[in-house]
Every structure is written in C-alpha cells, then in structure tokens.
C-alpha cells in the first residue's frame, strides 16, 4: 500500500509511546491519521500537531469505540489502516508471600480480566470493527495488483513468548493477539485484507522512561545488539515496512534486538 493523502489510518494508544511515534510516521506521509486514546489532553495536542483528528475512547468498551470510529470516519473517511497499540501492563505475582508478615495473597481477579480487556479483547474489537469498515472499500490498484483493501497491525510484545515474573496477565494477552493473528488474517483473506503482529522487547516507552537511568542502562544493555533500548521511531518503521509489503500476512514479527527475557 502506498502511504500519501488519500490513506487515512486510525492508531489506538496512539496519545504517547509505540503509537505516537506511528502516529507521527504516517502522518508524515500524508496519512490522515485518527488518534485514538483516553489521555484528552495528550491526544488532542499529538492530533493537532500532525493534522489529524482526537477521538476518546475506552477500547473496552463498545460504545466508545463505535463512536469513535464514527467520528474518524466521518472526519477522513473510512480507515485502510488500523494499528493498535493500546495496552496496560501491570505486573503482579499468580500467589505471593508476604516476607515480613508471611501473609499469602494470590493475583485479583479483577485486574486479570482487565488486562485481558485492554490488550486483547480491546485489540479484537477495534480489528473487527475496522475491518468490517475496510470491507466496505474497492481493491486497491498497485504495480503487484495485490488487490488489497486495508491491513490490520496488532501489538502484542516479547512476553507474550518469554514473560517474567508478575507478567502472567500481560503475558497471556499479549499471547492470545499473538494467537489470533493466523485465523484473523484467514478470515479475511477473501477480502483483501491482511492482518499481522508486531512483539516488541524493550522500548523506551513513558512507563520505561519514568525508571532511574541505572535500571534503564541495564535494560539497554541487556539487549545482545544493538546494547540499548528500541526508540519508538523504529516501531513506527516497523508499521511502514508492513503497511507496504502487501505479502506480509498473518505474521508474528519479534522486533527485539534478540533479547530473549530471564526470569525477573
């Protein structure tokens, strides 16, 4: 697919981090970009930054998202593509002992089903509904005569294959977008539509950031190569790479520096 002013895009998660930095990439093509987050503030500062447009959203809940999608659509037309990036990731041991009290707790239910919201259902929402909307569109015309119609780019994360402690929640979600990617992309192969999944390791993401520089040098050189955490630039660049190749589909691509996390 080619990216210029006649593609539009809607980027979840989009108000800071992974999907800022993609926001920016496709924006700076000409994407007409939608930026989807909670953060109001962050959100409508990015969307006017790069022209785009600021829709409010909960991806776990249905309203917020039809609403969304509506408001998207209604400013850039509908969407050829969708990358979501919006996740949680708390991290909290299946049991634990408390080591002065030796009182036992296990994980809360409530923020297990939650991060299962967020990350994967959240993620399984916005891809069916925005390519439910890609259905509606004509094939594209290219130099391959692909016949594409659009193409959906999930985020799950190394964890989902190498989770450490406390990651069982995060690690779970971010598995089942790795496990969904095959049978979306089958799904809607008859369509023109393609879908695929990138598992990003450690990147400098406001969470990671917000750690003091000796824990973030450790994390950088923990990676084998290059020694450093990923910029968001090189996830965004990810996205271009996929978006482009028209026979990229129904992949699960590890954009890690080779790091194969230990246990902690």
Do not use: W
Request: aromatic residues 4%; contains cysteine.
């Amino acid at each position: 697919m080619i990216l210029n002013s006649s593609v539009s895009a809607v980027v979840t998660g989009a108000a800071s981090g992974l999907g800022e930095a993609t926001a920016r990439r496709l924006a700076s093509y000409g994407v007409r970009v939608a930026v989807f987050d909670f953060n109001a503030e962050r959100g409508e500062l990015l969307a006017n930054d790069i022209g785009g447009v600021f829709c409010a959203v909960d991806v776990t809940r249905d309203d917020q998202v039809d609403a969304a999608f509506a408001k998207a659509r209604a400013a850039h037309g509908q969407e050829r593509i969708l990358v979501n990036c919006a996740g949680i990731g708390p991290a909290t041991k299946t049991a634990s002992r408390n080591k002065t009290t030796g009182a036992i707790t296990h994980h809360s239910m409530d923020q297990f089903e939650r991060v299962i919201q967020v990350n994967l259902i959240g993620s399984f929402r916005c891809g069916a509904k925005s390519s439910a909307g890609m259905m509606t569109l004509p094939p594209i015309e290219d130099e391959f005569n692909s016949g594409e119609r659009g193409v959906v780019i999930n985020t799950a994360s190394v964890a989902a294959q190498d989770g450490q402690m406390g990651q069982s929640a995060y690690s779970a979600s971010k598995a089942g977008i790795v496990g969904m990617t095959l049978p979306m992309a089958r799904d809607l192969m008859a369509e023109g539509i393609r879908v695929n999944t990138i598992l990003p390791g450690i990147f400098e993401t406001p969470l990671l950031m917000s750690m003091p520089e000796k824990v973030r040098q450790a994390l950088g050189e923990s990676v084998p190569f290059p020694k450093r955490m990923g910029n968001p630039a090189e996830y965004a660049a990810m996205v271009e790479s996929i978006i482009r190749n028209a026979y990229l589909n129904g992949e699960s691509i590890r954009l890690d520096g080779a790091i194969r996390m230990a246990p902690r």
